[in-house]
């Protein structure tokens, strides 16, 4: 029996930002890591028959997505961005070339990933998030990361400012709990 | 500052403040009550001291998310998707 069940509608809502905070450190562009995103969703969508339940959504995604990461680099290695990065890199003839190892591969290795995952601080909190209540997840994040102010986010939800406080509250230990946990 | 006029607050209140803190929303009485009820109270020192960081953390640059548009377009390329498919 799967114990876990698939729905793409939620997928933007719950795992962009994740996934989008795991694709930054790896490529470095924000236009790329949005592109990378997106193709992940779409990959997700078209090979949903085979998702079997054994893990979470987000893993299956996760999984996905790196390995649309390595697609894209090796893209860009194929051909002509190869010769235009090379050239910033480092100039002195004896170790040109050399990068493509150094840069490459190693965000790739597959003992150091899972130790490096932890250690990036967007994808710690966006993971701790994802761990909270939905309403919960919601507001602390409106509120703390959008900035907006008190009042919005209580028109918008139909709460009151006590209401907001103490949802916030709850939101802020479990997160410090969380990432005591992962980050500190 | 009727109701209100104690120096000393319980600590679900200085919390409350505290929280409002991070959000630099406390008035000044709120953040004076706040800090004397912290020279006394450990364990609000302690909640005070980890909220403190996670702002911290979470006002990291490196901490970003998708804009809002752009995730209503990658929503909507996604329903779009789905219908294809």
């Known amino acids: ?184 | 500052m009727s109701k209100n006029n104690k120096i000393f607050v319980s600590c679900t209140d200085a919390n409350h403040f505290c929280d409002k803190n991070q959000y630099k929303e406390a008035t000044f009485w709120e953040k004076v009550k706040l800090n004397i009820h912290l020279i006394y109270c450990k364990a609000c020192r302690k909640y005070s001291t980890t909220n403190n960081k996670l702002t911290k953390l979470v006002k990291n640059p490196k901490v970003i998310s998708i804009d809002q548009s752009t995730k209503d377009m990658m929503k909507e390329q996604l329903k779009k998707k789905m219908s294809e498919g």
């Open chain 1, 1 to 184: 029996m799967s114990i876990n069940t698939i729905n793409p509608d939620t997928w933007v809502d719950k795992y962009s930002d994740y996934l989008f905070n795991f694709t930054i450190v790896r490529v470095n562009d924000k236009e790329i890591a949005q592109d990378l995103v997106q193709e992940t969703f779409f990959a997700g969508l078209k090979s949903m028959k085979n998702f079997k339940g054994e893990a979470s959504e987000r893993t299956w995604l996760i999984s996905i997505l790196k390995r649309k990461i390595i697609d894209h680099y090796r893209k860009i290695n194929s051909n002509k961005g190869k010769a235009e990065v090379r050239i910033n890199y480092t100039s002195d003839g004896e170790t040109e070339g050399d990068w493509l190892e150094e840069r490459v591969a190693d965000p790739f290795d597959q003992n150091a990933e899972s130790e490096i995952e932890n250690k990036e601080l967007g994808v710690a909190i966006h993971n701790c998030i994802g761990k909270l209540p939905e309403k919960q997840a919601q507001i602390f994040k409106m509120k703390t990361i959008e900035g907006f102010d008190t009042e919005a986010i209580c028109n918008v939800f139909d709460i009151t400012a006590s209401n907001l406080w103490v949802i916030i509250h709850r939101a802020r230990t479990a997160m410090a709990e969380c990432l005591e946990k992962n980050w500190f």
